[in-house]
């Protein structure tokens, strides 16, 4: 999960429960349930995990908080912009959004696969009264109440989220986000070919990876030192962790791959 939780529980003096995770580095049903107290405020699951981009079980944790009525925050920040879109060109994904009941709000980042600048970051919840009850009052400006954290901020890049929604439309977003699944099926593919270990099957834009006998680290510096490469080493699990963006083409990925099988 994104570290700002960790930030929100210290605002709030709340304490954070970890669930336990399945062979796949997704939530564990089952540790859910054990953990509920009626202390429980929040649950909350990933569409889109930083570490591998996957997709937590959120169809049956939605069971869960709707049946013990336990708020339930769906952080798809990096899945939010893709997900819908792949769905709307024939993918099967599962649902993570309001048509499943227990959801109440969901974080959708259009400075990711969006396109758009940072930090144009968004929060959608299901009822407005989620949003008022911590609202204060602000009647000097022309909205009269404001429910966020931070103060004072730009309005541009909400202005190029507009434009880009205007712009590219569902067909669009959809057409990127199934180039970039072909993308990731390609480095993965071609990995598995060179001999390097997968750690899971992409269900986003993410292939974390690793060298049978090299560290992430020490395949890492290898690679920044043989052609200027700087790839992100993920943490949980540790293994290269890339992105595959729209900057990065499969010219990219082919000269990427080349280097890769120098080092294997």
Not at 103 to 113: E, F, G, N, Q, R
Request: negative net charge; glycine residues 6%; hydrophobic residues 40%.
């Amino acid at each position: 999960a994104h570290f700002s939780f960790k930030k929100a529980a210290d605002m709030m003096c709340l304490k954070i429960v970890e669930a336990d995770l399945d062979e796949n580095y997704k939530i564990d049903v089952e540790s859910i349930k054990d953990k509920i107290t009626e202390n429980t405020v929040a649950i909350v699951a990933i569409a889109g995990t930083t570490e591998l981009g996957l997709i937590d079980p959120i169809e049956e944790i939605s069971e869960i908080a709707h049946e013990n009525n336990i708020y339930f925050h769906v952080d798809a920040a990096f899945g939010g912009f893709s997900i819908p879109f792949l769905k709307s060109a024939g993918h099967e994904y599962p649902e993570f959004d309001f048509k499943l009941p227990g959801v109440c709000s969901i974080t959708v980042d259009p400075h990711k696969m969006g396109l758009a600048p940072i930090p144009a970051g968004g929060i959608i919840f299901r009822k407005k009264e989620y949003l008022e009850v911590m609202a204060v009052d602000s009647p000097y400006l022309t909205v009269k109440t404001q429910s966020t954290i931070v103060g004072t901020r730009l309005g541009a890049s909400t202005a190029a989220t507009y434009g880009l929604l205007k712009y590219f439309g569902r067909k669009g977003y959809s057409k990127l986000a199934t180039r970039l699944m072909e993308n990731t099926l390609f480095l993965k593919e071609s990995l598995e070919k060179i001999g390097y270990d997968i750690i899971v099957e992409p269900e986003l834009n993410i292939v974390a990876f690793n060298h049978p006998t090299k560290s992430p680290q020490e395949l890492s510096d290898e690679l920044e030192k043989i052609n200027g490469w700087k790839v992100s080493v993920a943490n949980c699990p540790e293994a290269i962790r890339i992105v595959l963006m729209n900057h990065v083409t499969k010219t990219h990925l082919k000269e990427f791959l080349d280097d890769l099988e120098k080092l294997y």
